[in-house]
C-alpha cells in the first residue's frame, strides 16, 4: 500500500514538474542525415561524427516544484570537440515541433561557424562571436535564430525573482540575448516588433566590454541555443595535448569492443588508489564478533558487475579512469583466445613492407607496416558442408544465367567440325587454280569470358568472435559467405582471389591465403575457408592496400575489391578514431586510382554514422542482420557486375 502510494505520489509530482514537451519532441536519429549534410556544407570539418551528449548536471536554482520531485538536474547541451560534433539525442523544450527541429538546424550552423581563428576562448564571448558570424554568413539562419530566442526568453526564469547578485548575471545574458536577436532580425530583413528589442536601461552598458558572466552562487541558466560552457575548455585541453604529440596514439580514444555507451561521457585521469595505506588496530579473531547478521535477500547486488557495468557508468556524471597493473576480473569480461605460436597459424616468408597514411602531416609514410602471408597449420581438404549443399546448387543456378554464351571459332587449321563456308571458298579458289596451301577448314565452339576478376577480402578481427543470436558466432557466418561465394563464382567462371587479415600493431599485420588468382576452386580451398578463426584486431589500411598490389597484376579490364568488415579500423598502436580511419579512406581511394573498383560491406549496426566519409557514398552497404549475409553477398556481386 505505502509503496503504491509512493509511485502515485511521484508520478503526479513529476508530471506537474515537467518542462518539456514529449508531444513535439524530435530525436537526434531521425535528423541525423539532414544535420549532417548541413553541417558540412556550412564549412564543418568532414571527418566528423555526429553523435548524442550526455546529460550533465547544470548546477543552476531551479524552481520549489522541481527540486520536490527531484527532476531538471541535469541537461544535454551540444559541443564541438575533437572526437565529433555532439548533440542532444532528444529536443523537447519548446510546445512547438519545428521549433526543435529549429534548434537541430539552427546547432550544426552554430558549431560550423565555431572552428574559425580569432574566436575568444571565454564562454560568453565565443557564443557572442560565433553566433554574430553565423546570422552574418548564413542569412537564412537569422530569421530562425531570431524566433528561437524569443521562444526561449520566455522559459528563462524573470531576474526580479532571483536574489541580486544572480538577477545581475541573468540580466546581462538576457541583454546579450536580445542583441543577437535584433541583430538576426536587422539580417533577415524582418518587419515588426519580434520582442527582441534593446531597451534603454539595458542599452547604457555595451554587452561587448563584458568577458565574463557576474560572480553569483550557483550556475546560470543554461542556453540551449549555445554550447554547454565546459566544452571550450574540454576541447582545447584536447586539441592541445594532441597538437604536442606525434604519436597517433595520443588521440582520442574510442571505445573498445561492442559494449560502447551511446552517449559521449566526460571522463577524468586519477591516481590508481593505494591498498596499502589503511591500517585496522584490534585484534583480528575479533572482527567476526563486530558484524551483524542481517537476513536480507539481495541476489541483483551479488550478480556479475560486468552485467551492470554500463547502467552504473551511467548514472556517473564523470568517469574516472586509472591505469593500474593488476588484472580486474569482476569489471567486464572478454574472450580473448588468442593462440600461442605452437599453435598458430604458418608465417609465409620475412613479410611485406607497406605504407600507411599520416593524416596530420599530410605525407603517406613508407614501410611503416609489415604484413605476413599466413597459411592455416591444420586446414585438411574438405568437401562443401551438408547444410550448404541446397543454398550452393541454388546460387550455381542462378550464376550460370551470367556466363556469357558460347560463340564459333571460324577457319581453323583443326577442330570438331568442318566449316562449310571455308571449305566452299576452298573449292571455288581450287577450280580456279589459286587455292591456299594450309587451307583453314574447320570450326570449334569455345565458352565465353567476361574479363573481370574479384578479389575478396575478409575481416578476421577478435570481433568476429562476437555471437548472433545465440546459435552461432560471426566467424561462423564468414566462412559460410565465402563458401557460397566462392560456390557461386565457380559457376560464373569469374578469376576469384579470396584473402582475410587482422593485426597485432603496424609491424604484424596478418594477410591470411584462402584461394589466390591462379589456384582453383575444391577441396583444399574449403579446407582453409572452414579452419578460419577469429583473428586480433583490425588494421585496415594495410590490407586494402595488399589487396589492391594482388589487384594490380590481374590483366582484367574490370578489378573488383570487395571488403567485408564488422567495424570500423582498431588497433592497440593507435590504429583508432581519426587516424584509422583517415588511413582506410585513403587506401581506397589509392585503388580507385589504380583502376580498381572497391566496395565495402559491413555488419555494423553503427555504420550508418561514418560509412560514407570512411567508404565513399555509394561505395557500401551495411547489413544489419549478420545471417542475411551468405544470401545477400552474392546478389551483391551480381549487381555490382551486371554487363561485366
Not at 363 to 370: H, S
Not at 424 to 429: D, G, N, R, T, V
Amino acid at each position: 500500500m505505502e509503496e503504491g502510494v509512493g509511485r502515485l505520489w511521484h508520478h503526479l509530482v513529476s508530471r506537474l514538474a515537467a518542462n518539456d514537451h514529449p508531444e513535439a519532441a524530435v530525436t537526434l536519429e531521425e535528423m541525423r542525415k539532414i544535420l549532417g549534410m548541413l553541417f558540412r556544407t556550412l564549412g564543418g570539418e568532414r571527418h566528423l561524427e555526429l553523435a548524442a551528449a550526455v546529460p550533465e548536471r547544470h548546477g543552476a536554482r531551479r524552481r520549489w516544484l522541481p527540486r520536490l520531485a527531484g527532476s531538471d538536474r541535469r541537461i544535454a547541451l551540444s559541443s564541438l570537440e575533437a572526437g565529433g560534433l555532439f548533440l542532444p539525442e532528444r529536443l523537447s523544450l519548446f510546445p512547438e515541433r519545428e521549433l526543435n527541429r529549429g534548434l537541430y538546424l539552427w546547432l550544426a550552423a552554430f558549431h560550423a561557424c565555431e572552428g574559425g581563428s580569432g574566436v575568444p576562448l571565454a564562454w560568453l564571448p565565443r557564443c557572442r562571436e560565433v553566433t554574430r558570424r553565423a546570422v552574418m554568413e548564413f542569412p537564412g539562419m537569422a530569421s530562425l535564430f531570431a524566433t528561437l530566442v524569443a521562444a526561449h526568453l520566455r522559459q528563462r526564469p524573470l531576474p526580479e525573482a532571483l536574489p541580486r547578485d544572480e538577477a545581475r548575471r541573468e540580466e546581462l545574458l538576457r541583454r546579450v540575448l536580445r542583441e543577437l536577436g535584433q541583430l538576426a532580425t536587422d539580417s533577415s530583413g524582418a518587419c515588426g516588433d519580434s520582442g527582441l528589442a534593446v531597451n534603454s536601461r539595458e542599452a547604457g552598458d555595451d554587452p561587448d566590454a563584458v568577458t565574463s558572466l557576474p560572480k553569483a552562487r550557483g550556475n546560470p541558466f543554461p542556453v540551449p541555443l549555445w554550447p554547454a560552457p565546459w566544452a571550450g575548455e574540454r576541447a582545447l585541453e584536447l586539441a592541445s595535448r594532441i597538437a604536442a604529440s606525434d604519436d597517433p596514439g595520443e588521440q582520442t580514444r574510442s571505445t573498445r569492443g561492442k559494449r560502447q555507451l551511446p552517449m559521449r561521457r566526460q571522463a577524468e585521469r586519477v591516481a590508481m588508489p593505494r591498498e596499502d595505506g589503511a591500517v585496522l588496530p584490534g585484534r583480528f579473531e575479533s572482527i567476526l564478533s563486530w558484524a551483524d547478521f542481517v537476513p536480507v535477500d539481495r541476489p541483483h547486488e551479488e550478480e556479475d558487475e560486468a552485467k551492470d557495468a554500463a547502467a552504473l557508468a551511467a548514472d556517473l556524471d564523470r568517469l574516472s579512469v586509472a591505469r593500474d597493473s593488476k588484472p580486474v576480473a569482476a569489471r567486464l569480461r572478454f574472450d580473448l583466445d588468442l593462440p600461442g605460436a605452437a599453435v598458430d597459424d604458418l608465417p609465409v616468408g620475412d613479410g611485406i613492407l607497406l605504407p600507411e597514411w599520416d593524416w596530420k602531416r599530410g605525407v603517406l609514410r613508407a614501410d611503416r607496416c609489415r604484413l605476413v602471408s599466413m597459411l592455416p597449420r591444420e586446414a585438411p581438404p574438405r568437401p562443401l558442408p551438408p547444410h550448404l549443399e541446397r543454398p550452393a546448387r541454388r546460387l550455381r543456378h542462378q550464376f550460370e544465367g551470367f556466363r556469357p554464351e558460347r560463340h564459333w571459332l571460324r577457319r581453323r587449321t583443326d577442330g570438331p567440325e568442318v566449316d562449310l563456308d571455308a571449305w566452299i571458298a576452298f573449292q571455288s579458289q581450287r577450280l580456279r587454280g589459286d587455292w591456299e596451301s594450309d587451307p583453314r577448314l574447320y570450326r570449334g565452339l569455345v565458352p565465353g569470358l567476361r574479363d573481370l576478376s574479384c578479389l575478396l577480402l575478409a575481416d578476421l578481427s577478435l570481433s568476429t568472435s562476437a555471437w548472433v543470436g545465440n546459435e552461432r558466432q560471426v566467424i561462423e557466418v564468414i566462412r559460410e559467405t565465402l563458401l557460397l561465394f566462392a560456390e557461386a563464382l565457380a559457376a560464373v567462371g569469374d578469376r576469384l582471389a579470396l584473402y582475410g587479415f587482422s593485426s597485432r600493431r603496424r609491424d604484424h599485420v596478418r594477410f591470411h591465403l584462402l584461394k589466390g588468382f591462379a589456384e582453383r576452386y575444391d577441396d583444399t580451398v574449403r579446407g582453409r575457408i572452414l579452419a578460419l578463426k577469429p583473428g586480433y584486431y583490425t588494421r585496415m589500411g594495410a590490407g586494402v592496400r595488399q589487396a589492391t598490389r594482388l589487384l594490380a597484376a590481374e590483366k582484367a579490364s574490370r578489378r573488383l575489391l570487395l571488403l567485408l568488415t564488422d567495424g570500423k579500423p582498431h588497433d592497440l598502436d593507435g590504429y583508432e578514431g581519426r587516424f584509422g580511419n583517415e588511413d582506410t579512406r585513403m587506401s581506397l581511394i589509392e585503388a580507385r586510382r589504380a583502376g580498381i573498383i572497391p566496395f565495402v560491406i559491413t555488419i555494423d549496426d553503427e555504420a550508418t554514422a561514418y560509412a560514407d566519409h570512411l567508404f565513399g557514398a555509394g561505395a557500401h552497404a551495411v547489413i544489419h542482420r549478420p545471417e542475411e549475409l551468405a544470401a545477400r553477398l552474392p546478389l551483391l556481386y551480381a549487381r555490382l557486375t551486371e554487363g561485366g
